[in-house]
């Protein structure tokens, strides 16, 4: 039969989820009151986890550490891989020059400070997020508006309250594909086809957000007034990154959906100011007024953006058989990739954990099966189009293989961490400890879709990550709305939309931030100043999906 999970080991339903939740408890003290580094914190919870799962569950030792080491290879695989080739596509970018060119072309675009915030705050970081995430926009967009004579603190604000909309689909869609991965086995699909609904799920939540972000920033820097008189700029950037997130995350690939949407909105804006102006030009108090000789002139833009066109067509390429329907075989690549995918059941664990009722209908089997996607990885599609690129910046092998070692050294720290925090999720989901919290928040009932958000937040706020948080609470979320009959992709897909909005309180954001700008110790000074937008924005998401889980159903995909 197995070993077999009990809900609540410690008699009350309340008492067993405070247990349940220990490992949680103690990541958010050791981040957030000891200030322990992120590795260190992770694997104090990874250890009060065994723990809980060892003696408050009862799980036998085998089990448990079986479990761990299966959460660690999957996040080798499924999360760091993907996170350290998009990191080292951005780098190859740097290395070659082509970098300061894309800044020299954004730098001369204009010199009205809210035109400017729109482009490199909202646009590019859109794009960087999409390409890399992990803290790379906000370091690298703060630090250009820093430069071009933005206030510093200020900058990071901008910076920060700019990285929420994109994220869900950050560094190549990782967040979904991470959530899809470990939910699938719940909901009794395939991985892709998970990936896919939440994917579609998350595009019909987020780019609402879209629309008014670019607003929301021009009025934190400048007033609601000043806003106004730029109002042509701030609808075309939100309507436009909107209407193609909503498209790509729906119909192309969640792997795509940022780099289409930001490339989309920075073109749609410099498309407008080819013939509109705002009356006025706006700079911040005590600045000089703009001379002829500041403005960059703008020179050569498709070759600085050529690494960008060649990441978008090897993704596109790579997914051709589930954008364009009834492909013949020969010409369907995605299919020829996945025939490289290795499929394992994990010895030891698989089907050796046994779930019942209530989780699930009668006793069955919790499956242990790992697919490594060798070729139709985003991760490994994006190290070809490093490759590729690289080659075409005239880049050589020594230099490529140098930015590898060097991107190595720079994530080490934050490659263990996603480890550790893998290896948690993964020990709480074969204990039973994740499914007593979804037995547990689902005495919220109706208003369930609006702790959703929340909870997402908070897993934001102690991993710095959305796809750490999609792994540490994902299944707890599906669980949960099963347990409640609401739609478990709603459940996941909030679980990601309103963990985008903790990015910008995440004290490891904002140390990124501080940093950036030179201004490390600053990091209280940014909390205080993003804080309650934070939470509001999170409260816009829980409202947005209560609206969907009651009165806007068939927005739901199926």
């Known amino acids: 039969m197995g070993w077999i999970q009990d809900y609540q080991p410690a008699g009350p339903l309340w008492l067993s989820a405070l247990l349940a939740a220990l490992p949680v408890f103690v990541l958010l003290i050791a981040l957030g009151l000891v200030r322990l580094s992120a590795p260190v914190s992770a694997a104090l919870s990874l250890l009060t986890a065994l723990i809980v799962a060892l003696l408050v569950y009862g799980m036998p030792a085998k089990l448990a550490f079986d ?105 190549l869609g990782n967040p979904l594909i991470v959530l899809g991965r470990l939910t699938a086995p719940i909901l009794g699909m395939e991985q892709g086809q998970a990936t896919d609904l939440y994917s579609a799920m998350v595009g019909r939540q987020v780019p609402f957000l879209a629309l008014i972000v670019p607003a929301f920033l021009v009025i934190v820097m400048a007033g609601w007034k000043r806003m106004l008189e730029v109002w042509p700029a701030v609808l075309t950037t939100g309507f436009t990154f909107a209407l193609m997130q909503y498209v790509t995350s729906n119909f192309i690939s969640p792997s795509l959906v940022d780099v289409i949407a930001a490339l989309a909105a920075m073109g749609a804006l410099w498309a407008l100011t080819r013939f509109w102006q705002p009356a006025t030009v706006w700079r911040f108090d005590n600045e000089p007024e703009p001379t002829q000789e500041t403005v960059t002139p703008q020179t050569g833009a498709l070759h600085a953006w050529t690494p960008y066109v060649i990441l978008i067509v090897a993704i596109f390429l790579s997914r051709i058989g589930s954008i364009i329907k009834g492909l013949p075989a020969w010409l369907d690549l995605s299919a020829l990739l996945h025939k490289a995918d290795w499929k394992f059941n994990w010895p030891g664990l698989h089907n050796h954990v046994i779930q019942h009722a209530p989780i699930t209908p009668k006793d069955t089997p919790y499956a242990a099966t790992l697919t490594i996607d060798w070729l139709f990885s985003p991760g490994t599609v994006a190290l070809i189009a490093a490759i590729i690129a690289g080659l075409a910046m005239s880049a050589g092998p020594g230099l490529l293989v140098a930015t590898y070692r060097k991107t190595l050294h720079q994530m080490r720290w934050a490659l263990l961490t996603i480890f550790m925090i893998l290896g948690i999720a993964f020990v709480m989901n074969y204990s039973g400890a994740t499914q007593t919290l979804g037995l547990a928040l689902a005495i919220t009932g109706v208003l369930f879709p609006l702790f959703s958000a929340y909870i997402g937040w908070l897993g934001v706020f102690l991993t710095g990550s959305d796809a750490s948080a999609n792994s540490l609470f994902g299944p707890m979320q599906v669980i949960s709305a099963q347990q409640l009959h609401i739609s478990p992709i709603l459940a996941g897909a909030t679980n990601t939309a309103g963990g985008v909005m903790a990015k910008m309180i995440s004290p490891q954001n904002l140390a990124i931030g501080a940093t950036a700008i030179g201004q490390s110790g600053q990091e209280g000074q940014l909390l205080r100043k993003t804080f309650w937008w934070s939470v509001i924005l999170a409260f816009v998401v829980g409202l947005i999906a209560l609206l969907q889980a009651t009165l806007l159903t068939w927005m739901i995909p199926g």
């Open 67 to 171: 479990s761990a080491a299966m959460g660690v290879v999957f996040g080798v695989w499924s999360v760091a891989w993907i996170a350290f080739h998009a990191v080292y596509f951005h780098n190859v970018t740097v290395a070659t020059g082509r970098f300061e060119q894309i800044k020299a072309e954004l730098a001369g675009f204009s010199e009205d400070r809210r035109l400017q915030a729109l482009l490199i705050a909202f646009g590019f970081g859109a794009l960087l997020e999409g390409v890399a995430g992990g803290g790379s926009p906000i370091a690298i967009t703060a630090a250009m508006m820093a430069a071009l004579g933005f206030p510093p603190i200020r900058a990071v604000v901008l910076a920060l309250l700019a990285n929420t909309a994109p994220v869900a689909f950050g560094g």
